[in-house]
């Protein structure tokens, strides 16, 4: 196995936030070579002699608790192999972190990656196909609910495996709706938000109805629904930049308007917050944050499908899992064991119910006690409703360097500083279309 040292694929992988660090890639060969595995963390003394699987994961809180949860089932479960769960901060950091380790060729061997993160991984070569162990370990990959299992391949591959996924939701306070004089169900497209938010305002003294977020709390996701919903696109799937298009400009100045000219709308450090402590009565949020919602508003809490304008539009998110290329290959057969048992209906509904996130797998979603579940909490089941209707997102938040971030900084200059969506795109574009290069030409390497 080669290790490569290379600045245009440690680009690629963690964008410039991850400053002089050198991305090591690696082949999707055997566990030889000169990687070794991560040697923190404190194995109990009864599992030393178990294959140790280091499992890097990116929750805390209550979802955090539930993957403990299921962490410590598995272990309980069988003598042979235990998962040692490292909690590494948000999607992001995770995924600097991964790339230090893969520098100093410390690997772990099980990674959550986001949508985002995981695309870059790899392009850099840096993760293991998965096909062999659906058949060696006999779990029916055909069982994955068919568009997030299909988003995790490249080239024929499987390569990150659904697990923690979602949509944006579009929630809203039933309280304060019927306060205000509102039909008991949410507005089905953005010109009746507009309405709904003058009502809020006006008869039930909510100041600043709807909430939008900032580029740290990904609101170049939740944008990524609005460009679809005016017929516009962020790129096209050739890396192509067309967020300084006519469509995507007129989708960000109704957000400009809607905020700075209507004086309904604000941006949130986070709207979930903002939104479960009534500050708000609207707002976009992802599925995964519905369980921790419910748990912490005072009030009756609705959830829809995301607001029409011209189309509807809805991408998908959250994240997945992969196994690491450089880990030794007894890791890796093991670290797909644990991922099977993930896969149990029974274990995909335990963390679905805890967490919000959708069942990923067909068994698990069709299951009695999620069919159930689904009627005594009929908030959640919107987003396996609505995920029919979803698309995967455009090429530029997804491969970019930093993609995500520059829409969000544009988005945020149109929320806070009223920049006309013109001036803000035109600059994103500018940007993204620089930093689109290497990963062009990556792309022709690899693949997708």
């Known amino acids: 196995m080669t290790w490569k040292m290379n600045r245009r694929q440690f680009l690629a992988t963690s964008g410039a936030a991850l400053g002089s660090l050198v991305v090591v890639a690696c082949g999707a060969g055997g566990g030889g070579g000169a990687a070794q595995p991560s040697s923190t963390g404190t194995v109990p003394p009864e599992a030393r002699n178990r294959t140790r699987v280091v499992f890097w994961s990116a929750w805390g809180g209550k979802n955090g608790e539930a993957l403990q949860t299921l962490v410590n089932k598995f272990n309980k479960s069988q003598s042979d192999i235990f998962v040692e769960n490292q909690y590494q901060g948000t999607y992001e950091e995770l995924a600097q972190k991964l790339a230090t380790a893969m520098a100093a060729k410390q690997v772990p061997d099980l990674v959550v990656l986001s949508e985002v993160t995981w695309n870059k991984f790899y392009l850099n070569q840096t993760l293991e196909p998965l096909d062999d162990y659906f058949k060696q370990q006999q779990l029916d990959r055909d069982d994955y609910v068919d568009p ?140 995964g944050s519905l369980g921790e919602i419910l748990e912490t508003a005072k009030f009756e809490v609705g959830t829809a499908f995301l607001p029409r304008h011209e189309h509807f539009g809805c991408p998908t998110g959250g994240s997945g899992l992969s196994i690491i290329a450089a880990a030794p290959s007894d890791r890796k057969q093991a670290a797909f064991e644990f991922i099977k048992f993930l896969a149990q209906p029974e274990n995909v509904v335990f963390w679905s119910q805890q967490s919000g996130y959708m069942p990923v797998t067909e068994s698990a979603r ?75 030409q990556q792309i022709q390497e690899v693949g997708l």
């Open 366 to 440: 069709e299951s009695s006690q999620m069919q159930e579940y689904f009627k005594q909490n009929p908030q959640f089941k919107v987003a396996v409703d609505q995920l029919p209707k979803t698309q995967p997102q455009d090429t530029a938040r997804l491969f970019i360097p930093n993609g995500d971030q520059t829409i969000g900084e544009a988005l945020e200059k149109i929320f806070v500083r009223n920049t006309p969506a013109e001036q803000a795109f035109k600059d994103a574009a500018q940007r993204l279309a620089r930093d689109a290069e290497d990963v062009k």
């Open 148 to 287: 997030l299992i299909n988003e995790g391949t490249r080239q024929g591959k499987t390569w990150w495996v659904p697990f923690a996924r979602s949509t944006p939701l579009f929630y809203y306070n039933r309280d304060l709706f019927k306060k205000a004089g509102l039909p008991d169900k949410a507005p089905e497209t953005w010109d009746e938000v507009l309405e709904a938010a003058k009502e809020l305002k006006a008869s039930a003294g909510v100041k600043k109805p709807y909430a939008f977020t900032t580029a740290k709390n990904y609101n170049a996701w939740h944008f990524q629904g609005n460009e679809w919903q005016w017929g516009g696109n962020y790129s096209d799937k050739e890396l192509n930049i067309l967020i300084d298009k006519e469509r995507s400009v007129e989708a960000g100045e109704w957000v400009r308007k809607f905020i700075h000219d209507e004086g309904l709308g604000y941006m949130a450090e986070d709207q979930s917050v903002d939104f479960a402590n009534g500050i708000c009565a609207m707002t976009q949020q992802s599925t």
